[in-house]
C-alpha cells in the first residue's frame, strides 16, 4: 500500500522559514515524480512545486520560485519542501503527491494527509 | 486558476449531474489530459479519473467523464449522499515553461 506521511510546517512569521517533509513507503520511492500543491483556507488547489524521480528536474510555481526549494533523499525515500522568505499569502495546507511516472506532468495516484504552514506576524 | 468550475452543484439521491471544466488552448486544448481529484472536508484530495476518462481501481462506474476541445466534465450518475463534496478538474498548462492547473473547483451538495 502507498503511504505518504507528512511532517513539519506549523507558525513562522513573515520572512522566517520552514521545512515540510515526505516520507514515502509501499513504492519504489525513487521510480516516480513527487509533487507538493498547497490550499489556502476556503480556497482551491493550487500547485507549488515538483521533482523527477532522479532529483535532475524541478520546477516551481511563479509564486514560490526564488524562495521555496524542492529536494529528495531517494536513500531515505524523502521528499522536502524547504519554504524561505514566508509570506502571509504562503499560508495554507500543504499536500506532498506521488506521481504516475518518474516525470511529472501527469496526474497525482497518492496523496499525503496535509501540513497546515501557518505565516503571520 | 486556469481551469474554470461551477462553484457548485446540486442534485437529489438516484439524480445524474455534471461538472464541467473550462480551459483554454494553452491547456485543455492541446490535448493535454485531464484528470479529477474528490476532497472532503478536512481531508486530502484522491485520484477520481485519470487520462481523460479512466477510473482508478475503486472508483465505482457510476462516476465518468469526458473531454473535447478546451473542455472537460464529470458526470456522476446515482447521486449518493457520500458523494457530497468538493472536485477538481487538473491538466497541465504549456504556457510560461510548463506547469500543473488545477480548477477552480466544485462543491457539489446533495439534497
Known amino acids: 500500500e502507498v503511504k505518504l506521511l507528512q511532517s513539519g510546517g506549523g507558525f513562522a512569521q513573515p520572512g522566517e522559514s520552514l521545512r515540510l517533509s515526505c516520507a514515502g513507503s509501499?513504492?519504489?520511492?525513487?521510480?516516480?515524480?513527487m509533487t507538493w500543491v498547497r490550499q489556502a483556507p476556503g480556497k482551491g488547489l493550487e500547485w507549488v512545486s515538483c521533482i523527477s524521480g532522479g532529483g535532475a528536474d524541478r520546477y516551481y510555481a511563479d509564486s514560490v520560485k526564488g524562495r521555496f526549494t524542492v529536494s529528495r533523499d531517494n536513500s531515505k525515500n524523502i521528499l522536502y519542501l524547504d519554504m524561505n522568505s514566508l509570506r502571509a499569502d504562503d499560508t495554507a495546507v500543504y499536500f506532498c503527491g506521488k506521481d504516475w511516472s518518474s516525470s511529472p506532468w501527469g496526474y497525482l495516484e497518492s496523496w499525503g494527509q496535509g501540513a497546515p504552514v501557518t505565516v503571520s506576524a | 486558476s486556469v481551469l474554470t468550475q461551477p462553484p457548485s452543484v446540486s442534485g437529489a439521491p438516484g439524480q445524474t449531474i455534471t461538472i464541467s471544466c473550462t480551459g483554454s488552448d494553452s491547456n485543455i486544448g492541446t490535448g493535454h489530459h485531464v484528470h479529477w481529484y474528490q476532497q472532503f472536508p478536512g481531508r486530502a484530495p484522491k485520484l477520481l479519473i485519470y487520462?481523460?476518462?479512466t477510473r482508478p481501481s475503486g472508483v465505482p462506474d457510476r462516476i465518468s467523464a469526458s473531454k473535447s476541445g478546451t473542455s472537460a466534465s464529470l458526470d456522476i450518475s446515482g447521486l449518493q449522499a457520500e458523494d457530497e463534496a468538493d472536485y477538481y478538474c487538473?491538466?497541465?498548462?504549456?504556457?510560461?515553461?510548463?506547469?500543473?492547473?488545477f480548477g477552480t473547483g466544485t462543491k457539489v451538495t446533495v439534497l
Open positions: 487520462a481523460d476518462n
Open positions: 509501499g513504492f519504489s520511492f525513487s521510480t516516480y515524480a
Open positions: 487538473q491538466s497541465f498548462d504549456t504556457a510560461l515553461g510548463g506547469s500543473y492547473v
